[in-house]
Antibody
């Protein structure tokens, strides 16, 4: 069974940094691209970032490009999101997601989701 | 930036067919995916690659695409199908991955 467990969320002040982690189990982690998707309070889903299985390809939503960095450690079965210079509008529940394609060249779409971790940006 | 447009809400009676649309200029060339989110829970994939059901998703869920419009059809909708449905796809270059704004399905 695929399990994705996010951690590292919390309250952070605008302009500061935060690092989210996602621990993966139940599948061969380095066979799949991974994603971060977020959902603001009372809002819809917003794709944030994706990374290919071998870290060769990373991509970001325009809203976070230049501030957020996605990375992965295949030896530790872990996905990360480094969030720098956070803004109030980054407040959201952040989901970690496993891609639908095995060994896809680029991140495609989320098949399996974690339960999410809340990030609140406020002074 | 690229956008996918969904109706805010759809309402049907139990047993009726529910259809939720998603409009986007690149949909003739890019796959559509559909997710359902029930309150307080993580989304679940119900359709991928326009019209393929993942294992475990009931047969009453189907997907189709015609030109710039993707449609999720729930044939014989049940009360337990209520939730927020989101489409997902990319723009024609594949550079921008987006979700539609979501459609609240009510079955009562």
């Amino acid at each position: 069974e695929v399990q994705l467990v996010e951690s590292g969320g919390g309250l952070v002040q605008p302009g500061r940094s935060l690092r989210l982690s996602c621990a993966a189990s139940g599948f061969i982690f380095d066979d799949y691209a991974m994603h971060w998707v977020r959902q603001g309070p009372g809002k819809g889903l917003e794709w944030v970032s994706g990374i290919s299985w071998n870290s060769a390809t990373t991509d970001y939503a325009d809203s976070v490009r230049g501030r957020f960095t996605i990375s992965r450690d295949n030896d530790k079965n872990s996905l990360y999101l480094q969030m720098n210079n956070v803004r109030v509008e980054d407040t959201a529940l952040y989901y970690c997601g496993k891609d639908i394609l095995k060994l896809g060249v680029v991140p495609a779409a989320v098949k399996d989701w974690g339960q999410g971790i809340l990030v609140t940006v406020s002074s | 930036s690229y956008e996918l447009t969904q109706p805010p809400s759809v309402s049907v009676s139990p047993g009726q067919t529910a259809r939720i649309t998603c409009s986007g200029d690149a949909l003739p060339k890019k796959y559509a995916y559909w997710y359902v989110q029930k309150s307080g829970r993580a989304p679940v994939l119900v359709i991928y690659d326009d019209n393929i059901r993942p294992s475990g998703i009931p047969e009453r869920f189907s997907g189709s695409t015609s030109g710039p419009v993707a449609t999720l059809t729930i044939s014989g909708a049940q009360v337990e199908d209520e939730g927020d449905y989101f489409c997902y796809s990319t723009d024609s270059s594949g550079d921008h991955r987006v979700f539609g704004g979501g459609t609240k399905l009510t079955v009562l």
